[in-house]
């Protein structure tokens, strides 16, 4: 079983950054992929930024140039680094991961960006 724990979200003002973080119950290397996605209210859930076992990165266009995907080996953690935040970033953000096809997800923490 794998077992996914977000932390770092929070209320942050318009411009503001927050880093993401998702600890991982097994090694990090062992996925196929690993992913944040958010969901607004009202909205699907959509695809933030991803990161391949091979370290290859991928961003939806909007959040290209102001968010930062990473990972930590060692300590068995994916980060994202939002910079430039904007109130249409808020949503709860999910961080994901495939293991051998199948998804594993954890329960998401809320960014909010507001004045």
């Known amino acids: 079983q794998v077992q996914l724990v977000e932390s770092g979200g929070g209320l942050v003002q318009p411009g503001g950054s927050l880093r993401l973080s998702c600890a991982a119950s097994?090694?990090?290397?062992?996925?196929?992929?690993m992913n944040w996605f958010r969901q607004a209210p009202g909205k699907e859930r959509e695809l933030v930024a991803g990161?391949?076992?091979?370290?290859?990165?991928n961003y939806v266009d909007s959040v290209k140039g102001r968010f930062i995907i990473s990972r930590d080996s060692m300590k068995n953690i994916m980060y994202l680094r939002m910079n430039s935040l904007k109130p249409e970033d808020t949503a709860v953000y999910y961080c994901?991961?495939?293991?051998?096809?199948?998804?594993?997800w954890g329960q998401g923490t809320q960014v909010t960006v507001s004045s």
């Open positions: 990161i391949s076992s091979g370290g290859i990165t």
């Open positions: 097994r090694n990090i290397f062992s996925f196929n992929a």
């Open positions: 994901n991961a495939y293991l051998l096809g199948v998804p594993f």
